[in-house]
């Protein structure tokens, strides 16, 4: 009964966006650690994660959101900012960095809401 209540799309959705948003932190802290080394190409979650969990989250289907997992990859679209070929842009990282933390308190809300809701049904306390 308590794990029809875990297979929720919403709440599985939810778990996954975490899931991302963690993966996507690890990848920003690579980038600013390499921010100066020559030849370092950045990485970011793999889009084609972002299309599937997208996906997945509009045709609630928890099967396919219980079995997605976040891929880091090289970004194909970021371009050397100097000579070096290095193309982390540290100013840019910054702000992901800000807008990946925000998402990821905004989700752990989420998550902590079900939770919370399920403790208040079963204890009958808020």
Known sequence: M????FNQPGYLGAKRMLDATMARHDAIAANIANAETPRYQRVDLAPSFRAELQNAIAGRDTARLGSIRPQ???DSLALPVNRDGNTVNLERELVELS?????GTIQTRLVTSALTKLRMAITGKS
């Not at 308590?2 to 209540?5: F, K, N, S, T």
């Not at 807008?99 to 998402?103: A, D």
């Open 99 to 103: 807008q990946n933390t925000l998402e």
């Open 72 to 74: 880091i990859a090289k």
């Open 2 to 5: 308590i794990e029809a209540l």
